[in-house]
């Protein structure tokens, strides 16, 4: 039972670039999440996604963009990266959307833009 | 919004036990509290999580007064590996929906020898 599983584990990026974080999980969760956190910060939410077929704006949505591919996959794409974005990427999945939701995170993908 | 507030920062040393508290003056009936705690280069992961009273498990225990604005974790006898970032987080209707998880800045803690 591998949890959440993310791709790639590191990347670096020129500005302008685009790429596309994956992220798949198996414990058969409705609802998944990314966040990014910047050195020494906290975590900031980008989207979620609720259930399969749904995606919602969070903190800091703007330069983003998601596809809930399926139950399994939540796949995060950077359309024209910036330095600004240089951070680590986290995703992370649950069950349903309730007062006592656990969090289930991978192991993050850390971006560099130069 | 279900904002939360927790020290920024904590220092302890090996065996002593660590209290941290989170403010939660806006939280909802159907709300629960969960604490998350993050090792560098790591993803979060969950500790605990309560409603009301003490919750105890085989890591940490979460003390909830009865108006629930405040939840305290406790860590007993604490070591070095227990250096890490400590997130409370309480899910709100307020906030957006329940799948909107907000996380707060957390709490640095730091063990010495």
């Known amino acids: 039972n591998a949890g959440v599983t993310q791709t790639p584990k590191f990347q670096v990026l020129k500005t302008g670039q685009s790429m596309t974080l994956q992220c798949a999980q198996d414990?058969?969760?409705?609802?998944m999440y990314w966040y990014r956190q910047d050195p020494g910060m906290g975590l900031r939410l980008i989207y979620y996604?609720?259930?399969?077929?749904?995606?919602d704006k969070g903190e800091v949505p703007n330069g983003y963009n998601v596809s809930r591919l399926n139950k399994r996959e939540f796949s995060l794409r950077l359309e024209s990266a910036a330095p600004s974005q240089t951070s680590v990427y986290f995703c992370?999945?649950?069950?349903?959307?309730?007062?006592?939701?656990?969090?289930?995170f991978g192991s993050g993908t850390q971006l560099s833009v130069l | 919004l279900a904002k939360t507030t927790q020290p920024i920062s904590m220092d302890s040393y090996e065996g002593q036990e660590v209290n941290i508290t989170c403010s939660h003056n806006?939280?909802?009936?159907?709300?629960?509290i969960t604490w998350y705690q993050q090792f560098p280069s790591q993803g979060p992961r969950f500790i605990i999580q309560g409603y009301k009273t003490k919750v105890t498990n085989e890591v940490a225990s979460l003390f909830i007064p009865a108006d629930r604005k405040s939840s305290t974790l406790s860590l007993p006898r604490v070591s070095l590996s227990d250096t890490a970032v400590y997130y409370c987080?309480?899910?709100?209707?307020?906030?957006?929906?329940?799948?909107?998880?907000?996380f707060g800045a957390g709490t640095r803690l730091a063990v010495h020898p």
């Open positions: 414990m058969n969760h409705n609802s």
């Open positions: 987080l309480v899910p709100s209707l307020l906030s957006g929906g329940y799948n909107k998880l907000i």
């Open positions: 992370a999945s649950s069950v349903t959307g309730t007062g006592d939701e656990k969090l289930f």
């Open positions: 806006n939280i909802a009936t159907n709300d629960y």
């Open positions: 996604s609720a259930s399969e077929g749904t995606t």
